[in-house]
Each structure stands twice: as structure tokens, then as C-alpha cells.
């Protein structure tokens, strides 16, 4: 099972970006997906996350402005950031929790991609 995000890049504040992230691999099912991120020399927090019955949470800090949503046909997970601050400059991680059996889970993490929010 792999997880691979995209959609990471340079924008001025207040811009938006999209983030995805696609889950490969043979597995039974995927539970919740979560976004994570790390800015530099601080340790990584959670961003948001959504359960596969699509019910989303948000930290405090992106509430309002930013929307997680995934699509299960397509294995995919996406993070809608807008009005971007230059706080919101860090590496976001992607994070699903699955089943590759009916009978065990996991977390897995993808690559991380690069967000800057210029000033």
C-alpha cells in the first residue's frame, strides 16, 4: 500500500491550493484519511481528517478556511486550503488508516509535499 500526495507549491497569502493524495496497493478498505503538517523546526500536527462515512474534523487553526474531502471511488483524499497565511507554510503529509485484510489495520503516510505561503 502506497500513499502519494501532490498538488504542493508556492502562493501569495490569501491564495488557495489544492492538495491530493491517492492510495495504491491491494488493500480491503480505507478508514479515516488525515492531513498532517510539519513546519520548519516545529514537530508535526494534524491538520484534519475524515472518516469513511465523511465526517470531517479540523484543527482550530485551518477551521473556515480549509475543507478535507475524499473521493472513494478514486482512493483519494484532498485538502482545499484557502485564504492561505504565511503560518500555513509547511510540508503536509497525508495519513490513511487501512485495511489490507478484513482482519488488520494500519496507518500509512505518503511522501509529503511542500507548501509556502509568501507574505
Known amino acids: 500500500v502506497q500513499l502519494q500526495a501532490s498538488g504542493g507549491g508556492l502562493v501569495q497569502a490569501g491564495g488557495s491550493l489544492r492538495l491530493s493524495c491517492a492510495a495504491s496497493?491491494?488493500?480491503?478498505?480505507?478508514?479515516?484519511m488525515a492531513w498532517y503538517r510539519q513546519a520548519p523546526g516545529k514537530q508535526r500536527e494534524w491538520v484534519a481528517d475524515?472518516?469513511?462515512?465523511?465526517?470531517?474534523n479540523y484543527a482550530d487553526s485551518v477551521k473556515g478556511r480549509f475543507t478535507i474531502s475524499r473521493d472513494n471511488t478514486k482512493n483519494t483524499v484532498y485538502l482545499q486550503m484557502n485564504s492561505l497565511k504565511p503560518e500555513d507554510t509547511a510540508v503536509y503529509y497525508c495519513?490513511?488508516?487501512?485495511?489490507?485484510?478484513?482482519?488488520?489495520?494500519?496507518?500509512?503516510w505518503g511522501q509529503g509535499t511542500l507548501v509556502t505561503v509568501s507574505s
Open positions: 496497493g491491494s488493500f480491503f478498505r480505507i478508514n479515516v
Open positions: 495519513s490513511a488508516n487501512i485495511r489490507p485484510t478484513m482482519f488488520r489495520s494500519a496507518d500509512y
Open positions: 475524515i472518516t469513511s462515512s465523511e465526517t470531517t
